[in-house]
């Protein structure tokens, strides 16, 4: 993956925020979205306002703390100041990375937006850097450190911004299942295959990377899901894909793996919930992750879509349940969606199922369509939503202050069997 779209919205201090008092997402969504931010870091952890507020974050996560007062009065065109300024004193020693899921006001900052995987790899491309400011969240922080140099420092502005879905697969569970996957499958016949290869989605932690990178398997974006399942089945028997079920599901399905050999794992039940038999006809296992933004996404929301304009194109993205990817026209990466927009030749129109501020900005990008999101109710991703410019002004002056807060770090070993895996990815080949 390479194409990585550079920054190419302008500041309008007058377009409310999404999630501001004034703004069409606040007057849909959560009345949350329009509460200080700063109140969600005082408290335990948590994954804030929005869709995914009703899981529970582990207790592990990192709590972010208060930051200091004069961030969190500034007003917006204060801090939209402060950040310019502080990037012009930064220089070539600072990247600003924005994943697509961010608010415009992050946005503006951003000398790369993409996706997590593209992201990373822009980083790559400045080796001048000495900082690496994430705008996203926890796991696309990590990637960038596994993939930079040790003396490159890569800062997340929130560490409270994880992923829900990412933290759905934590590593005690996922070595657990192993074990008794390993245990039921050691009296089969050895046919040269592996019994089971595990897969792991970018959205997880290093910690997970890592765990199939010493386990044979492999790293997998949405954009390269079923290449990677091609891989994984070539090597063995069985795939055990973690943490998004809808991923593995949509992808296996397209594939041809009947739904019956999908069976999924209940990380709190033995053997996941199933019996033996069942697993071991499986042909993927399916760990039981959701993204809380997509899985919100339904057939009835298509149906009103092509009701209001019969010509509607329905794009959404793959981690949505199976019955709306079959529903939909076609279903793809959030990069897949901004390419087919950007396709377009003829004025068109977009029902799209995909997190809300990269729908509202492909919108404003190509005013000659009719882009919409599917879901009218939708709320922001609620951990990307945590990265408020207070936030990354406060990283970046602290920076220019010579003092690097927030730092993500992974360890050496863990970088060591998560960049395997992730080589593996890059050299699979469709
Ligand atoms: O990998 C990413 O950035 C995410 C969250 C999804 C996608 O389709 O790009």
């Not at 917006?76 to 402060?82: G, P, V, Y």
């Not at 793996?257 to 919930?273: D, Q």
């Amino acid at each position: 993956m390479t194409s990585v779209q550079v920054k190419i919205q302008s500041f309008d201090p007058a377009r409310p925020a999404p999630g501001s008092a004034t703004s069409p997402v606040a007057a849909s969504c959560t009345p949350e979205l329009a509460v200080s931010p700063w109140n969600f870091d005082a408290g335990a952890p948590a994954y804030g306002p929005g869709s995914s507020m009703e899981d529970v974050a582990p207790a592990e996560t990192p709590r972010q703390g208060v930051i200091p007062e004069e961030y969190r009065l500034a007003d917006d065109a204060e801090l939209h100041e402060r950040i310019c300024h502080a990037k012009e004193r930064l220089g070539n020693d600072l990247v600003v990375l924005g994943h697509f899921y961010q608010r415009d006001e992050v946005i503006e900052h951003a000398d790369f937006v993409g996706d997590s995987f593209q992201l990373a790899n822009a980083a790559l491309t400045r080796q001048d850097a000495k900082y690496i400011v994430f705008c996203g969240v926890h796991f696309m922080a990590e990637t960038a450190d596994i993939l930079s140099r040790d003396d490159q420092a890569v800062v997340l502005p929130n560490l409270a911004a994880g992923c829900s879905m990412a933290d759905m697969a934590d590593s005690s569970s996922v070595e657990e299942c192993w074990e008794q996957l390993m245990e039921l499958y050691a009296d089969e016949v050895d046919d040269g295959r592996a019994a089971v290869v595990p897969v792991t989605y970018m959205n997880s932690s290093a910690a997970l990377k890592s765990f199939v990178g010493r386990n044979g398997g492999i790293v997998c974006t949405s954009s390269n899901a079923a290449t990677v399942l091609e891989w994984a089945f070539e090597r063995g028997r069985r795939v055990l894909f973690f943490p998004d079920q809808h991923l593995g599901r949509n992808t296996a399905k397209a594939m041809g793996v009947p739904l019956e050999a999908m069976p999924m794992w209940n990380p709190r039940l033995p053997l996941g919930g199933n019996d033996e038999q069942a697993l071991h006809a499986a042909q993927v296992i399916l760990w039981h992750g959701f993204c809380s933004v997509h899985k919100r996404f339904t057939v009835e929301q298509i149906d009103d879509a092509r009701a209001r304009y019969p010509e509607a194109n329905v794009i959404v993205h793959p981690e949505s349940p199976m019955e709306v990817v079959d529903a939909a026209d076609s279903s793809g990466s959030t990069d897949f969606i901004r390419k087919a927009v950007a396709a377009a030749t003829e004025p068109s129109v977009f029902a799209i199922g995909t997190e809300i501020n990269m729908v509202n900005r492909l919108a404003d990008e190509y005013p000659q369509h009719t882009i919409f999101c599917l879901d009218p109710v939708i709320c922001p991703c609620s951990t990307m939503y945590r990265i408020h410019p207070g936030y990354l002004a406060w990283v970046l002056e602290e920076l220019v202050a010579g003092r690097i807060v927030n730092r993500i770090t992974v360890d050496a070993a863990t970088t060591e069997h998560a960049k395997t895996a992730l080589q593996r990815m890059l050299d699979a080949k469709p």
